[in-house]
Protein backbone atom coordinates (compact mmCIF):
# COMPACT_ATOMS: atom_id res chain seq x y z
CA UNK A 1 0.00 0.00 0.00
CA UNK A 2 1.26 3.17 -0.72
CA UNK A 3 1.75 6.18 1.61
CA UNK A 4 -0.24 9.41 1.60
CA UNK A 5 1.36 12.02 -0.70
CA UNK A 6 2.73 14.51 1.94
CA UNK A 7 4.34 11.58 3.59
CA UNK A 8 6.13 10.11 0.61
CA UNK A 9 7.49 13.72 -0.52
CA UNK A 10 8.50 14.41 3.02
CA UNK A 11 10.20 10.85 3.11
CA UNK A 12 11.72 12.20 -0.10
CA UNK A 13 13.07 14.95 0.96
CA UNK A 14 14.61 13.50 4.31
CA UNK A 15 16.22 10.83 2.22
CA UNK A 16 17.57 13.47 -0.14
CA UNK A 17 19.02 15.73 2.36
CA UNK A 18 20.30 12.93 4.07
CA UNK A 19 22.67 11.70 0.87
CA UNK A 20 23.84 15.12 0.28
CA UNK A 21 24.41 15.53 4.03
CA UNK A 22 25.68 12.69 6.18
CA UNK A 23 26.37 10.32 3.30
CA UNK A 24 28.09 12.33 0.40
CA UNK A 25 30.99 13.67 2.78
CA UNK A 26 31.75 10.43 3.88
CA UNK A 27 32.42 8.52 1.19
CA UNK A 28 35.94 8.78 0.91
CA UNK A 29 36.39 7.25 4.43
CA UNK A 30 34.25 4.56 3.73
CA UNK A 31 36.46 3.79 0.59
CA UNK A 32 39.49 4.03 3.20
CA UNK A 33 38.05 2.00 5.68
CA UNK A 34 35.98 -0.74 3.98
CA UNK A 35 33.32 0.29 6.83
CA UNK A 36 30.65 1.83 7.32
CA UNK A 37 30.67 4.18 10.15
CA UNK A 38 28.53 2.63 12.90
CA UNK A 39 26.66 5.88 13.44
CA UNK A 40 25.45 6.28 10.11
CA UNK A 41 23.95 2.90 10.48
CA UNK A 42 22.01 3.59 13.50
CA UNK A 43 20.51 6.89 11.64
CA UNK A 44 19.39 4.67 8.65
CA UNK A 45 17.74 2.57 11.25
CA UNK A 46 16.14 5.81 13.24
CA UNK A 47 14.66 6.93 9.13
CA UNK A 48 13.20 3.30 9.10
CA UNK A 49 15.39 2.26 5.72
CA UNK A 50 16.00 -0.87 7.00
CA UNK A 51 12.25 -1.46 6.34
CA UNK A 52 10.92 0.38 3.04
CA UNK A 53 9.62 -3.02 1.46
CA UNK A 54 8.14 -4.15 4.50
CA UNK A 55 4.53 -3.56 5.53
CA UNK A 56 3.42 -1.50 7.87
CA UNK A 57 1.18 -4.22 10.57
CA UNK A 58 5.23 -5.86 10.94
CA UNK A 59 7.25 -2.49 11.74
CA UNK A 60 7.86 -1.21 8.26
CA UNK A 61 6.86 1.89 5.77
CA UNK A 62 5.30 -0.63 3.48
CA UNK A 63 6.17 1.54 0.18
CA UNK A 64 5.16 0.20 -3.51
CA UNK A 65 7.34 -0.31 -5.80
CA UNK A 66 7.08 3.03 -7.80
CA UNK A 67 7.77 4.52 -4.23
CA UNK A 68 10.72 2.11 -3.18
CA UNK A 69 11.89 2.41 -6.86
CA UNK A 70 12.36 6.28 -5.83
CA UNK A 71 13.64 6.18 -3.07
CA UNK A 72 16.46 3.90 -5.07
CA UNK A 73 17.23 6.25 -7.42
CA UNK A 74 17.54 9.24 -4.53
CA UNK A 75 20.09 6.66 -2.64
CA UNK A 76 22.41 5.93 -5.83
CA UNK A 77 23.38 9.72 -5.79
CA UNK A 78 26.55 8.34 -3.37
CA UNK A 79 28.58 5.16 -3.35
CA UNK A 80 26.27 1.97 -3.68
CA UNK A 81 27.89 0.68 -0.31
CA UNK A 82 25.48 2.88 1.73
CA UNK A 83 22.59 1.42 0.73
CA UNK A 84 23.78 -2.11 0.65
CA UNK A 85 23.95 -1.58 4.47
CA UNK A 86 20.45 -1.94 4.80
CA UNK A 87 20.04 -3.19 1.04
CA UNK A 88 19.41 -6.71 1.56
CA UNK A 89 16.78 -5.85 4.52
CA UNK A 90 14.89 -4.12 1.75
CA UNK A 91 15.53 -6.81 -0.70
CA UNK A 92 16.51 -10.21 -1.31
CA UNK A 93 17.07 -10.67 2.38
CA UNK A 94 14.07 -9.97 3.45
CA UNK A 95 11.49 -10.46 0.36
CA UNK A 96 10.84 -14.79 0.44
CA UNK A 97 10.35 -14.03 3.46
CA UNK A 98 7.73 -11.38 2.54
CA UNK A 99 6.42 -13.77 -0.46
CA UNK A 100 6.18 -17.31 0.92
CA UNK A 101 6.85 -17.27 5.08
CA UNK A 102 3.84 -18.12 7.30
CA UNK A 103 1.95 -15.80 9.37
CA UNK A 104 4.17 -17.39 12.39
CA UNK A 105 7.48 -16.61 10.33
CA UNK A 106 6.68 -13.04 9.54
CA UNK A 107 5.37 -12.05 12.83
CA UNK A 108 8.83 -13.82 14.19
CA UNK A 109 11.16 -12.09 11.61
CA UNK A 110 9.58 -9.32 9.85
CA UNK A 111 9.62 -6.53 12.54
CA UNK A 112 13.30 -7.52 13.72
CA UNK A 113 14.19 -6.70 9.98
CA UNK A 114 12.38 -3.54 9.64
CA UNK A 115 13.54 -1.93 12.38
CA UNK A 116 17.61 -3.32 11.58
CA UNK A 117 17.35 -5.28 14.46
CA UNK A 118 18.88 -8.19 12.64
CA UNK A 119 20.57 -7.87 9.35
CA UNK A 120 19.74 -10.77 6.79
CA UNK A 121 20.90 -11.97 3.63
CA UNK A 122 20.47 -14.03 0.88
CA UNK A 123 22.71 -17.23 0.09
CA UNK A 124 22.10 -18.42 -3.42
CA UNK A 125 25.38 -18.67 -5.19
CA UNK A 126 28.13 -21.50 -4.90
CA UNK A 127 31.60 -21.84 -6.05
CA UNK A 128 30.38 -23.28 -9.02
CA UNK A 129 26.96 -22.54 -9.79
CA UNK A 130 26.79 -18.77 -10.48
CA UNK A 131 23.90 -18.17 -13.91
CA UNK A 132 23.00 -21.33 -13.66
CA UNK A 133 21.64 -21.38 -10.25
CA UNK A 134 19.20 -23.78 -10.08
CA UNK A 135 22.11 -26.21 -10.26
CA UNK A 136 22.86 -25.23 -6.64
CA UNK A 137 24.42 -28.79 -4.60
CA UNK A 138 24.24 -27.15 -0.78
CA UNK A 139 21.77 -29.75 0.73
CA UNK A 140 18.79 -30.15 2.83
CA UNK A 141 18.48 -33.85 3.97
CA UNK A 142 14.70 -34.45 6.17
CA UNK A 143 15.68 -35.85 9.84
CA UNK A 144 12.76 -35.75 11.95
CA UNK A 145 12.10 -32.09 12.38
CA UNK A 146 14.89 -30.89 11.41
CA UNK A 147 16.71 -30.57 7.79
CA UNK A 148 20.37 -31.27 7.85
CA UNK A 149 22.21 -28.48 5.95
CA UNK A 150 25.07 -29.03 4.18
CA UNK A 151 27.32 -26.93 1.71
CA UNK A 152 29.19 -23.57 0.79
CA UNK A 153 27.69 -20.64 -0.67
CA UNK A 154 30.20 -17.77 -2.02
CA UNK A 155 30.06 -13.72 -2.70
CA UNK A 156 27.14 -13.41 -0.26
CA UNK A 157 26.54 -9.46 0.44
CA UNK A 158 26.47 -8.58 4.22
CA UNK A 159 27.37 -12.16 4.88
CA UNK A 160 30.11 -10.82 7.73
CA UNK A 161 27.15 -9.06 9.25
CA UNK A 162 23.90 -10.94 9.01
CA UNK A 163 22.10 -13.02 11.76
CA UNK A 164 19.96 -14.09 9.44
CA UNK A 165 20.12 -15.94 5.95
CA UNK A 166 17.15 -17.06 3.13
CA UNK A 167 19.30 -20.16 1.98
CA UNK A 168 18.46 -22.19 -1.34
CA UNK A 169 19.22 -25.82 -0.92
CA UNK A 170 18.42 -29.14 -2.34
CA UNK A 171 16.05 -31.26 -0.83
CA UNK A 172 15.18 -33.77 -4.08
CA UNK A 173 16.76 -35.35 -6.91
CA UNK A 174 14.65 -33.82 -9.67
CA UNK A 175 16.90 -31.96 -12.00
CA UNK A 176 17.33 -27.88 -11.81
CA UNK A 177 15.30 -25.67 -10.14
CA UNK A 178 12.72 -28.31 -9.01
CA UNK A 179 14.99 -29.95 -6.12
CA UNK A 180 15.66 -26.92 -4.70
CA UNK A 181 14.02 -25.55 -1.55
CA UNK A 182 14.23 -22.45 0.71
CA UNK A 183 15.16 -22.17 4.40
CA UNK A 184 15.51 -19.41 7.18
CA UNK A 185 18.81 -20.35 8.41
CA UNK A 186 19.97 -18.39 12.12
CA UNK A 187 23.24 -17.21 11.71
CA UNK A 188 23.92 -19.01 15.53
CA UNK A 189 22.96 -22.47 14.81
CA UNK A 190 25.53 -24.74 15.30
CA UNK A 191 27.88 -25.48 11.78
CA UNK A 192 27.36 -22.36 10.35
CA UNK A 193 30.43 -20.31 9.62
CA UNK A 194 31.53 -16.95 7.54
CA UNK A 195 34.61 -16.87 5.76
CA UNK A 196 37.01 -13.62 5.30
CA UNK A 197 35.44 -10.87 3.51
CA UNK A 198 36.79 -10.93 -0.18
CA UNK A 199 38.81 -7.98 -1.76
CA UNK A 200 36.50 -6.46 -4.18
CA UNK A 201 37.33 -4.06 -7.16
CA UNK A 202 34.56 -1.93 -6.14
CA UNK A 203 31.83 -0.77 -3.66
CA UNK A 204 34.15 -0.81 -0.88
CA UNK A 205 32.18 -0.95 2.65
CA UNK A 206 29.81 -3.47 1.35
CA UNK A 207 31.20 -6.67 2.07
CA UNK A 208 30.73 -10.22 0.79
CA UNK A 209 31.92 -13.47 1.96
CA UNK A 210 31.77 -17.37 1.82
CA UNK A 211 29.04 -18.94 4.18
CA UNK A 212 29.53 -22.13 5.18
CA UNK A 213 27.06 -24.57 6.81
CA UNK A 214 28.36 -28.26 8.27
CA UNK A 215 25.53 -30.45 8.92
CA UNK A 216 23.36 -27.47 10.14
CA UNK A 217 20.01 -28.51 12.00
CA UNK A 218 17.37 -26.12 10.40
CA UNK A 219 14.29 -27.15 12.29
CA UNK A 220 11.07 -27.92 9.35
CA UNK A 221 9.41 -24.92 10.28
CA UNK A 222 12.14 -22.99 9.12
CA UNK A 223 11.36 -24.03 5.50
CA UNK A 224 9.88 -21.30 3.15
CA UNK A 225 7.01 -22.83 1.16
CA UNK A 226 6.92 -26.49 0.26
CA UNK A 227 9.66 -28.92 -0.34
CA UNK A 228 10.26 -27.82 -4.32
CA UNK A 229 9.62 -24.12 -4.10
CA UNK A 230 12.76 -22.40 -3.46
CA UNK A 231 13.86 -21.80 -7.16
CA UNK A 232 10.30 -20.35 -7.69
CA UNK A 233 10.97 -17.96 -4.95
CA UNK A 234 14.30 -17.35 -5.77
CA UNK A 235 13.02 -15.83 -8.56
CA UNK A 236 10.16 -13.71 -7.55
CA UNK A 237 12.77 -11.81 -5.36
CA UNK A 238 14.91 -11.83 -7.93
CA UNK A 239 12.63 -10.05 -10.00
CA UNK A 240 11.85 -7.12 -7.58
CA UNK A 241 15.13 -6.67 -6.79
CA UNK A 242 16.54 -6.42 -10.29
CA UNK A 243 13.73 -3.10 -10.72
CA UNK A 244 15.47 -2.18 -7.03
CA UNK A 245 18.93 -2.40 -8.84
CA UNK A 246 17.71 -0.89 -11.73
CA UNK A 247 16.70 2.46 -9.84
CA UNK A 248 19.52 2.45 -7.94
CA UNK A 249 21.32 2.78 -11.21
CA UNK A 250 19.83 5.54 -12.29
CA UNK A 251 20.40 7.47 -9.76
CA UNK A 252 24.00 7.20 -9.65
CA UNK A 253 23.96 8.29 -13.37
CA UNK A 254 22.05 11.00 -12.81
CA UNK A 255 24.81 11.77 -9.57
CA UNK A 256 27.78 11.76 -12.65
CA UNK A 257 26.00 13.36 -14.91
CA UNK A 258 25.78 16.15 -12.58
CA UNK A 259 29.00 15.93 -11.13
CA UNK A 260 30.23 16.50 -15.24
CA UNK A 261 28.38 19.81 -15.94
CA UNK A 262 29.65 21.14 -12.70
CA UNK A 263 33.35 20.07 -13.79
CA UNK A 264 33.12 21.01 -17.27
CA UNK A 265 31.35 24.19 -16.83
CA UNK A 266 34.48 25.18 -14.93
CA UNK A 267 37.07 23.88 -16.35
CA UNK A 268 38.56 25.49 -19.34
CA UNK A 269 40.60 24.90 -21.91
CA UNK A 270 41.14 26.46 -25.32
CA UNK A 271 40.07 29.89 -23.99
CA UNK A 272 36.29 28.97 -23.12
CA UNK A 273 34.54 26.45 -20.26
CA UNK A 274 35.05 22.65 -21.91
CA UNK A 275 31.12 22.57 -21.27
CA UNK A 276 31.23 24.86 -24.62
CA UNK A 277 32.97 22.06 -26.72
CA UNK A 278 30.76 20.40 -28.94
CA UNK A 279 31.99 16.95 -28.39
CA UNK A 280 31.64 17.24 -24.46
CA UNK A 281 28.02 18.82 -24.82
CA UNK A 282 27.67 15.09 -27.22
CA UNK A 283 29.03 12.84 -24.44
CA UNK A 284 26.61 15.02 -21.79
CA UNK A 285 23.42 14.30 -24.24
CA UNK A 286 23.71 11.09 -24.62
CA UNK A 287 24.70 10.21 -20.89
CA UNK A 288 20.90 12.45 -20.62
CA UNK A 289 19.06 11.06 -22.68
CA UNK A 290 20.02 7.50 -21.95
CA UNK A 291 19.38 8.36 -18.04
CA UNK A 292 15.87 9.35 -18.80
CA UNK A 293 15.24 6.54 -20.77
CA UNK A 294 16.39 3.72 -18.11
CA UNK A 295 14.36 6.29 -15.15
CA UNK A 296 11.04 6.03 -18.05
CA UNK A 297 11.89 1.86 -17.59
CA UNK A 298 11.84 1.67 -14.00
CA UNK A 299 8.86 3.56 -13.04
CA UNK A 300 6.68 2.28 -15.90
CA UNK A 301 7.72 -1.64 -14.87
CA UNK A 302 7.33 -0.17 -11.08
CA UNK A 303 3.83 0.89 -12.03
CA UNK A 304 3.06 -2.25 -13.86
CA UNK A 305 4.00 -4.41 -10.84
CA UNK A 306 2.19 -2.46 -8.73
CA UNK A 307 -1.03 -3.35 -10.56
CA UNK A 308 -0.20 -7.01 -10.37
CA UNK A 309 0.93 -7.54 -13.91
CA UNK A 310 3.36 -9.93 -14.65
CA UNK A 311 6.73 -7.76 -15.22
CA UNK A 312 9.74 -10.50 -15.44
CA UNK A 313 10.54 -9.79 -18.69
CA UNK A 314 10.17 -5.63 -17.75
CA UNK A 315 12.43 -6.15 -14.62
CA UNK A 316 14.88 -8.08 -16.95
CA UNK A 317 14.77 -4.88 -19.21
CA UNK A 318 15.15 -2.79 -16.79
CA UNK A 319 18.22 -3.77 -15.18
CA UNK A 320 19.75 -5.17 -18.25
CA UNK A 321 19.78 -1.38 -19.48
CA UNK A 322 20.25 0.34 -16.61
CA UNK A 323 23.22 -1.16 -15.48
CA UNK A 324 24.53 -1.32 -18.62
CA UNK A 325 24.14 2.42 -19.38
CA UNK A 326 26.09 3.52 -16.22
CA UNK A 327 28.95 1.83 -17.03
CA UNK A 328 28.70 4.19 -20.26
CA UNK A 329 27.44 7.29 -18.32
CA UNK A 330 30.95 6.24 -15.68
CA UNK A 331 33.09 5.96 -18.85
CA UNK A 332 31.80 9.16 -20.00
CA UNK A 333 32.51 10.94 -16.97
CA UNK A 334 35.92 9.73 -16.56
CA UNK A 335 36.63 11.22 -20.18
CA UNK A 336 34.98 14.18 -19.65
CA UNK A 337 37.17 14.86 -15.91
CA UNK A 338 40.08 13.53 -18.07
CA UNK A 339 43.09 13.06 -15.67
CA UNK A 340 40.94 14.30 -12.74
CA UNK A 341 38.77 11.42 -13.24
CA UNK A 342 41.18 8.66 -13.35
CA UNK A 343 42.37 10.56 -9.64
CA UNK A 344 40.55 9.54 -6.47
CA UNK A 345 40.51 13.47 -5.12
CA UNK A 346 37.47 13.37 -7.20
CA UNK A 347 35.72 10.48 -6.93
CA UNK A 348 34.66 9.61 -10.51
CA UNK A 349 37.32 6.93 -10.29
CA UNK A 350 35.61 5.33 -7.56
CA UNK A 351 32.34 5.17 -8.76
CA UNK A 352 33.92 3.91 -12.44
CA UNK A 353 34.62 0.66 -9.97
CA UNK A 354 31.36 0.91 -8.06
CA UNK A 355 29.23 0.57 -11.17
CA UNK A 356 30.88 -2.26 -12.81
CA UNK A 357 28.75 -4.80 -10.36
CA UNK A 358 25.77 -3.43 -11.54
CA UNK A 359 25.84 -5.91 -14.42
CA UNK A 360 27.02 -8.85 -12.35
CA UNK A 361 24.78 -9.57 -9.21
CA UNK A 362 21.18 -10.33 -9.16
CA UNK A 363 21.74 -11.74 -12.37
CA UNK A 364 24.15 -10.88 -15.31
CA UNK A 365 23.73 -8.50 -18.43
CA UNK A 366 23.58 -11.86 -20.21
CA UNK A 367 21.46 -13.73 -18.05
CA UNK A 368 18.77 -10.83 -18.72
CA UNK A 369 18.82 -11.08 -22.72
CA UNK A 370 18.21 -14.51 -21.91
CA UNK A 371 15.20 -13.84 -19.72
CA UNK A 372 13.93 -11.16 -21.87
CA UNK A 373 14.45 -13.07 -24.73
CA UNK A 374 12.16 -16.19 -23.57
CA UNK A 375 9.68 -14.12 -22.57
CA UNK A 376 9.18 -12.31 -25.47
CA UNK A 377 9.15 -15.61 -27.17
CA UNK A 378 6.46 -16.83 -24.83
CA UNK A 379 4.53 -13.63 -25.58
CA UNK A 380 4.07 -13.80 -29.19
CA UNK A 381 6.34 -10.34 -29.62
Not at 198 to 210: L, P, T
Amino acid sequence: MALEPELFDALIDTVRRFVAERLRPLEAEVEAADAIPEHLVEEMKALGLFGLSIAEEHGGLGLDMVEEARVAIELGRTTPAFRSAFGTNVGIGSQGLVIAGTPEQKAHWLPKIARGAIITSFALTEPDVGSDSGSVKTRAVRDGDVYRLSGTKRYITNADKAQLFTVMARTGEEAGGRGVSAFLVPRDLPGVSIGAPEQKMGQKGARVADVIFDDVPVPVANRLGDEGEGFRIAMQVLDRGRLHIAAVCVGVAERLIADCVAYASERRQFGKPIAEHQLIQAMLADSKTEALAARALVLETAAAKDAGANTTMEAAAAKYFASEMVGRVADRAVQIFGGAGYIADYGIERLYRDVRLFRIYEGTSQIQQLIIARETLKRGG
